[in-house]
């Protein structure tokens, strides 16, 4: 079965601090995909990033960077010098054989400026 | 291109009422899902179309749901005799559909269902 786990329910940070958002997947698959969502208070998804079980690069872009490793299952997800404009819920997910994203239950990230 | 479109954007109804909501997709997008989302957790797969066919349905769309999606374009989810349970928010989402496993969905913002 598919399973995405967010253990970090909720984290605050001050402006500028890093914080990395924990992922970790389940899939019996070779093949599946892994993302990371943004959710600000207005409500709507908004894409990040998509990841190939076949890619293992790590991936930087801006302020944003992850880090996929099989070996552990795990796609970290870590924000450099965060800003209060960062604060939002982030959700990890995995689409395998099942061809259905499923989601982790998110991570509400509190930066205080 | 207005990405996707949901309404209304809030619902509020008492418990035994019949509820539907519509979404617009991205217009050249072939495949609309529908997610459910309570408070705390991530969203919850409910069913998706591809183009007007209607190809998988999760448990937990009871018999009291139905979603359609008519000439492959907007859809729309009903919900009957609704419930407390049944308060959330209902997301939708659109894609091209090139790939069923490496998809990028696009969210619209929701509608927010109370059952009062």
């Known amino acids: 079965a598919q399973k995405v786990t967010q253990a970090q329910t909720e984290i605050s940070v001050v402006e500028k601090e890093d914080v990395t958002l924990d992922c970790v997947y389940e899939t019996r698959d070779t093949t599946y995909y892994l993302f990371w969502y943004k959710q600000p208070p207005s409500g709507e998804l908004v894409f990040l990033i998509r990841?190939?079980?076949?890619?293992?690069q790590n991936e930087i872009s801006g302020r944003y960077s992850w880090n996929f490793q099989k070996s552990t299952s795990s796609f970290n997800f870590t924000i450099t010098a965060s800003q209060v404009v960062d604060s939002a819920v982030y959700f990890c997910a995995l689409v395998d054989s099942s061809y259905k994203l499923i989601f982790g239950s998110g991570t509400r990230l509190l930066v205080r400026p | 291109d207005t990405g996707v479109s949901q309404n209304p954007r809030h619902k509020i109804t008492k418990r035994g009422q019949n509820v539907t909501f519509r979404c617009d997709p991205i217009s050249e997008h072939n495949r609309l899902y529908w997610y459910r989302q309570t408070l705390g957790q991530g969203p919850e797969f409910l069913t998706y179309f591809q183009n007007e066919a209607q190809l998988e349905k999760s448990r937990l769309l009871s018999d009291r749901f139905s979603a359609e999606r008519p000439k492959g374009s907007f859809s729309t989810l009903e919900i009957q005799r609704t419930e407390q349970g049944d308060s959330a928010m209902y997301l939708c989402?659109?894609?091209?559909?090139?790939?069923?496993?490496?998809?990028?969905?696009?969210f619209g913002s929701g509608t927010q269902l109370s059952v009062l």
């Open positions: 990841r190939n079980s076949f890619d293992e």
């Open positions: 989402a659109s894609s091209s559909g090139d790939s069923a496993t490496n998809e990028k969905l696009f």
